[in-house]
């Protein structure tokens, strides 16, 4: 089916031990989907699974239409947000832009600066990368994962680092996305501005996932 993302009986084993458990649901396009747990649960490892970031060991997703693995290597047009995104630290943050955009070149100089204004960070600074603090390069990584526009957005605990301004901006930012039709999926441990936006929330625990509201 085109209009859901299907996770049917995902299973990953690492160094025979299970890190997703038999995990199934189906999520409809358009939403914003949770998952709270705490770290080691699965939550990030779910995520890359669904993202085409590891290979599963048994079971399958399907996104959209497409088979992750097997039909496509990865979602067509994804944004993701995850806490080791590599940047150039020599460059600064709009020209780390620049060069990702290059890559698919869907998107081009307006759409970066765009992006980069979303999160808060000045499209104008010449500081490179390796002098932002731990809160910039959040924003940055936010940033790379929402100027193509994605279809799928993938968060996985965005508000790390953040001080409040920063969780508001991305509470405001996962409205947005959502209202323009893509489909969120955001991790969380304990951030009640962003939990308070989501449409379901899943449990992650041991590596299975329950649906609680």
Not at 102 to 110: A, D, F, L, T
Not at 136 to 142: E, G, N, V, Y
Request: glycine share 10%; proline share 3%.
């Amino acid at each position: 089916m085109a209009d859901i993302i299907r996770v049917a009986d995902a299973t990953k084993v690492i160094r025979g031990r299970i890190v997703l458990d038999h995990v199934t649901f189906d999520l409809e396009r358009g939403g914003v989907y949770g998952f709270l747990g705490v770290n080691g649960s699965g939550k990030s490892m779910l995520f890359r699974a669904i993202s085409g970031l590891i290979h599963l060991t048994s079971g399958t997703i399907e996104v959209f239409g497409e088979q992750v693995g097997k039909g496509v290597d990865f979602p067509s047009n994804m944004g993701l947000c995850f806490e080791s995104s590599g940047f150039w630290d020599e460059k600064t943050g709009l020209q780390n832009l620049f060069y990702l955009a290059s890559i698919r070149g869907v998107v081009g100089n307006k759409e970066t600066e765009c992006a980069l204004e979303r999160v808060g960070l000045d499209p104008k600074d010449v500081r490179p990368v390796s002098a932002y603090s731990m809160g910039m390069r959040q924003r940055l990584t936010i940033a790379q994962a929402i100027m193509e526009a994605p279809q799928l957005l993938i968060m996985d605990e965005p508000t790390n680092a953040l001080d409040v301004d920063g969780i508001a901006i991305v509470a405001n930012i996962i409205q947005e996305e959502c209202s323009r039709g893509a489909t969120v999926l955001v991790s969380s441990h304990n951030e009640p501005t962003v939990e308070a936006l989501f449409d379901r929330t899943f449990q992650m625990e041991a590596g299975r996932a329950k649906e609680v509201s």
